[in-house]
């Protein structure tokens, strides 16, 4: 996008145009995102090489070695090889492992899966960004929305006291139920900021403290599974539920009765794939906010108010409308993101649900500078990130809290990218600097 | 009638009032029962004890100095019906200035004693008891607030407290854990077992204070050095306390086995402790608490009344003026930044060493962002600060106690009262508070 922006600037003075930039000007908006990653990715093996669990090393013994400083160094080599397996443990378990081609499938499918929700969220986050707005509470938007997704898709049928509602009415009921919670979720702390002054930061935060407790009490109050000894809710009605793409029949005996759809059935389990149309409608999503930011007048309106809110009012726009709607499309995008891990994977929705989303799609934004197509990538290597972690904790002992400190060292090299253009000696760009609404007041 | 901040806090006043008249209301008449022989919600009594500290010692079941039963239907009333008065006096009168705050402060306490008054009725609670956890509670609270006005008062936003803090509370226990081990072996020496064993504690907290120092100093060089936004840079400390926290305690702390058991001790100021109501409320704790003390009326008098502390408002409010006669502002930042740090480490230590002693994931549950609130509730002044940090805490404290009584609110909402008292009170509070000029505002010559 900042492309976009300075591309006709430098048409009108083609001497001074820089070659590099106009043959290949995505690779030059990328090359610092690309070597923050690397450089984060260094600095977590290094944290590995230090703190193997003891029980992948040799012990310590003092008769062996002569002090804690000599067992260090003697055990190099085999911390040299924990530390790679670390990282092929997290490429297998992203990507499959490539000796054994049954398990690509699942792996891939694993991460575009674990992406889903990262570029709904991502997109949500990306939308604030814009705004100028810093929107911490994907996370409790995320909750929301899965449950007024979930209670829709549980409960429809039962509240007008028919044994079902046909897929084309009730789906849409859900998919709509999930957005519109995740929305009002969104729009309080944008109404909050636009007329009160409360910053964002700090009002999403208790925001999703709050989510956070209605689903406790609604989960375990009365939208409970009675006959379930999890803390859940029982499963969605099947014409509720998003299809899988390429998939075994669901057993009935293990989701409550309950037959899901799937476009394509099969009966090989390197064909039992969890992957669903969420990621299609991620897509979708990713096409519709990029036409809304880059070729409505809203989406205009919301990049003025982000970057000069002075010059936005002097121009007439709605500021406080503004600020309102794209904390509502935040929160909407947000929910779907809860409600597509709903209607699409889990069914149900248990006490432990998301897991730090939120700070993971601000991750996920600032890799992306916002942009809604960058969105895509940078989804897809923090599901990948994700889904390895997991295997790589199994076959390493390596605590997956890894990838949080990988995550916020990314974001550090992001936001301070002259720390990798020093490393690396890479000339300053101009503009594209990432800066907020900063004041606490209005 | 146009809608201001001052009639749309009356009118929430008075709209939490009413809820409350009524769920009260229907609370107790469903209380009513065969057994009880009460026969109307008239005749509900709360009584409120103030225990007698001095005798308690000795004997538990010493006659309390004063037993106030209170009729809780009637006294509820009274309380709602007064709010519906103000809330309807600003609505009519809407006061420019001043009268927002106090009205809000007076809803949410009166609101707390009511809910309180509701869950003991026909029971008793231990009036004391309730207030000194109320100061226990707002201890990191208080002192997260300190460390927020030591940063923005010298022109940096700090949003990366509950990082700080987290940290601090991860590598202060492992500090106290390790260096336990370190002096006394496997088991603690027998003189040790029963009493408590200063020194590892003391280490502990130094390496927490040390910890939020360094923490801060990411900040600081984040935010100073490569003028990243400062939300930005809180957020990135937040996420990797996170990380560092989680890593280091799945992978170190949950196999170390350390020989101490205990953290810091309650410390009773002698017979100061012994007065009744008084006592418990502010002599009997423990040494964090008092320290929290110390460090609000020191900060107050260090920021107002010391060259450090004029110097450090200037750079905040007008970096340009102060860098003219002579300041540099940058170094004075990154020293603040800094010493901000220090105190929201001694925030953590507070965590897993004297609230609790141990170290859970995430433990700061958020107080980092509410001290941030109740730094803006007391308008960047220590000692407004510290009110705020009570009234958060008490939704703390109020939300622990009902735990005993047999409460028709269902825990949950209890539970979030924390974190809607922060949301309500920076809705209706912060329009009239005015931050530092230059706080968040890279300063460039």
Not at chain 1, 12 to 21: D, I, L, R, V
Not at chain 1, 44 to 66: E, R
Not at chain 1, 157 to 164: D, E, K, L, M
Not at chain 2, 73 to 78: A, E, K, P, R, Y
């Amino acid at each position: 996008m900042a492309n976009e922006q300075q591309a006709p600037a430098e048409t009108k003075k083609p001497a001074e145009a820089k070659p590099t930039k106009r043959s290949l000007p995505w690779l030059s908006e990328a090359i610092v995102p690309l070597l923050a990653i690397l450089t984060a990715v260094l600095i977590g093996a290094v944290i590995v090489f230090i703190s193997i669990p003891s029980n992948k090393l040799p012990a310590f013994d003092l008769s062996l070695y002569g002090s804690r400083s000599d067992w260090f160094f003697s055990t190099l080599p085999e911390r040299l090889r924990v530390t790679l397996s670390a990282f092929t443990g997290l490429f297998s378990g992203a990507f499959g492992d490539w000796s054994k081609p049954s398990t690509i499938p699942g792996a891939i499918s694993n991460t575009l899966v674990e992406s889903t929700p990262y570029i709904l969220a991502g997109l949500a986050v990306a939308v604030t960004f814009k705004a100028g707005l810093f929107n911490v509470g994907a996370e409790g938007q995320l909750l929301m929305g899965a449950l007024g997704s979930v209670a829709v898709a549980a409960f429809m049928p039962q509240w007008f006291g028919v044994a079902s509602i046909p897929a084309i009415i009730h789906l849409p009921a859900a998919l709509l139920a999930g957005v519109l919670a995740g929305a009002m979720w969104g729009i309080i702390p944008g109404y909050l900021r636009a007329k009160t002054g409360a910053h964002e930061v700090i009002t999403t935060i208790m925001l999703n403290y709050i989510a956070l407790q209605i689903m406790d009490y609604l989960i375990n109050g009365v939208m409970k599974d009675k006959s379930a000894t999890l803390q859940r809710t029982p499963f969605i009605h099947e014409n509720a539920a998003l299809p899988r793409i390429i998939s075994k029949a669901t057993d009935p005996s293990l989701t409550g009765g309950q037959a899901y759809p799937r476009l394509f059935t099969t009966t090989s389990s390197t064909w039992d794939l969890r992957i669903h149309m969420g990621i299609i409608i991620a897509f979708v999503m990713v096409g519709f906010i990029w036409w809304l930011m880059n070729r409505t007048p809203k989406g205009f309106e919301i990049k003025t108010v982000g970057e000069n809110p002075e010059a936005a009012r002097y121009a007439g726009m709605n500021i406080t409308g503004t600020v309102v709607g794209a904390m509502g499309i935040s929160g909407a995008l947000a929910g779907l993101a809860g409600t597509s891990q709903v209607v699409g994977l889990e069914y149900n929705l248990k006490a432990v649900f998301s897991s730090g989303l939120g700070f993971d799609s601000l991750a996920i934004a600032l890799l992306a500078k916002s942009n809604p197509i960058a969105i895509v990538p940078a989804a897809l290597f923090w599901g990948a990130l994700r889904t390895g972690a997991g295997a790589m904790q199994i076959n390493t002992g390596i605590s997956i809290n890894l990838i949080n400190i990988i995550q916020a060292l990314v974001i550090m090299f992001i936001a301070a990218d002259q720390i990798v253009r020093w490393i690396y000696r890479i000339k300053q760009a101009e503009g594209g600097k990432i800066t907020f609404n900063r004041s606490w007041g209005k | 009638m146009k809608f201001t901040r001052a009639r749309g806090v009356g009118l929430l006043g008075i709209f939490i009032a009413i809820v409350l008249i009524f769920a009260v209301n229907n609370s107790l008449g469903n209380k009513i029962t065969e057994k009880s022989k009460i026969q109307s919600i008239w005749d509900f009594t709360s009584t409120i004890r103030i225990p007698d500290s001095a005798n308690m010692k000795v004997d538990p079941k010493a006659p309390p100095v004063a037993a106030i039963e209170l009729p809780t239907m009637i006294t509820i009333s009274l309380i709602c019906g007064a709010l519906v008065i103000a809330g309807g006096t600003l609505i009519a009168k809407n006061p420019e200035r001043g009268w927002v705050a106090p009205y809000m402060s007076s809803v949410i306490a009166l609101g707390f004693f009511s809910i309180l008054l509701w869950a003991v009725a026909n029971n008793s609670v231990d009036l004391s008891d309730t207030l000194s956890r109320v100061v226990r509670l707002g201890t990191p609270i208080a002192i997260g607030a300190l460390a927020g006005i030591v940063c923005e008062r010298s022109g940096v936003v700090n949003i990366g407290i509950e990082g700080m803090m987290l940290t601090a509370a991860c590598f202060g226990y492992a500090a106290a854990a390790i260096s336990a081990r370190a002096i006394y072996g496997d088991a603690l020496p027998e003189s040790a077992v029963r009493g408590v064993v200063w020194m590892p504690l003391i280490i502990g907290i130094l390496g927490a204070i040390v910890t939020g120092g360094m923490m801060a100093a990411l900040h600081a060089w984040l935010s100073i050095r490569f003028k990243v936004d400062q939300v930005i840079s809180g957020t990135v400390i937040n996420i990797m306390a996170v990380g560092i926290t989680g890593f280091t305690r799945t992978n170190f702390l949950l196999k170390f086995e350390s020989p101490l058991r205990t953290g810091l001790p309650q410390m009773p100021l002698g017979p100061l402790a012994d007065i009744p109501l008084l006592g418990p409320i502010l002599f009997d704790h423990k040494p964090i608490t008092y320290l929290m003390i110390l460090m609000v009326f020191g900060l107050n008098f260090f920021l107002f009344r010391t060259v450090w502390g004029l110097r450090t408002r200037a750079i905040g409010e007008h970096p340009k003026a102060a860098d003219t006669v002579g300041i540099n502002v940058n170094r004075m930042r990154y020293r603040n930044v800094i010493i901000g740090g220090m105190i929201a480490g001694v925030a953590g230590a507070w965590f897993s060493l004297e609230g609790s002693f141990g170290f859970d994931d995430g433990m700061t549950s958020g107080q980092g962002f509410i001290s941030l609130a109740a730094m803006i509730f007391g308008k960047w002044n220590p000692i407004g600060a510290f009110g705020g940090s009570l009234l958060f805490s008490s939704a703390d404290a109020l939300q622990l106690k009902v735990q005993a009584y047999s409460f028709d609110l269902p825990s949950q909402f209890m539970q979030m009262l924390p974190y809607v008292v922060t949301l309500i009170v920076l809705a209706g509070v912060i329009g009239r508070a005015r931050p530092p000029a230059a706080s968040g505002k890279v300063y460039e010559k």
